[in-house]
């Protein structure tokens, strides 16, 4: 079973500008989430998407992000215009149904940087 | 305001020795928990889980122990081995995972030979 795919895996901008990352998630998982994990701390939600409609952005920045799942199966997340702070680690991982045992498979992640 | 708290950024144990990771939580609305282990350049992978209606749940050299009453979970390696050298973190949800998880800081787990 394919895992979780993510692209592009580093990225360098410099602030001010825009940047956008690419999940493909587990075949067949209905829900989607995006995580942001700024250096020595532990992953913090962005936005879940159960199919193509959004579950919970209640802690995305919405002013500058913005994230969609149009036919329900990969995803993108944009940054504009990016800020020093948005230097992190972004995690793309899926499931299969939001249920209390939820196991939730991540990928590789997307290393920004922003100068 | 950190609900979940990995207080140990690091723990060094000898190959063979037990592990032990802590990890204390501030919601009592969390019900589920899991222990996710990460290498460094790759996402992190699922370990183990327990829910709150149990103490105790063993997978192999994995142990996760939940205290309800302190809010405090812990999980033990035995025995410790090369490969288990990596940053582990506790994670929680509440009944239906409809807020994903929240994350502690990590503990950088190293086993020394």
């Known amino acids: 079973e394919a895992g979780v795919a993510q692209s592009p895996r580093y990225k360098i901008i410099e602030k001010r500008q825009s940047v956008a990352f690419w999940c493909n998630p587990i075949?067949?998982?209905?829900?989607l989430y995006w995580y942001q994990q700024i250096l020595g701390q532990g992953p913090k939600l962005l936005i879940q998407?159960?199919?193509?409609?959004?579950?919970?952005d209640s802690q995305l920045p919405k002013d500058r992000f913005s994230a969609e799942r149009l036919k329900g199966v990969d995803s993108t997340l944009k940054i504009q215009p990016a800020k020093l702070e948005d230097s992190a680690v972004y995690l793309c991982?899926?499931?299969?149904?939001?249920?209390?045992?939820?196991?939730?498979?991540f990928g590789p992640g997307t290393r920004l940087t922003v100068l | 305001d950190q609900q979940v708290k990995q207080n140990s950024p690091s723990l060094s144990v000898q190959e063979g020795r037990i592990s032990i990771l802590n990890c204390d939580y501030t919601?009592?609305?969390?019900?589920?928990f899991l222990w996710y282990k990460k290498y460094p350049a790759e996402g992190p992978t699922f370990l183990i889980s327990?829910?709150?209606?149990?103490d105790k749940n063993e997978d192999g050299r994995f142990t996760v122990f939940l205290n309800k009453s302190a809010k405090h979970l812990s999980l033990h390696i035995v025995p410790s081995q090369p490969g288990d050298s990596a940053v582990y973190f506790c994670?929680?949800?509440?009944?239906?995972?409809?807020?994903?998880?929240?994350f502690g800081k990590g503990t950088h787990l190293i086993i020394q030979p």
């Open positions: 991982a899926s499931s299969k149904l939001i249920v209390t045992s939820n196991e939730q498979f």
């Open positions: 075949s067949g998982h209905a829900t």
């Open positions: 994670a929680a949800l509440t009944g239906g995972g409809a807020d994903g998880l929240t």
């Open positions: 998407f159960q199919n193509n409609g959004v579950v919970d």
């Open positions: 919601n009592s609305m969390f019900d589920y």
């Open positions: 327990i829910s709150s209606i149990k």
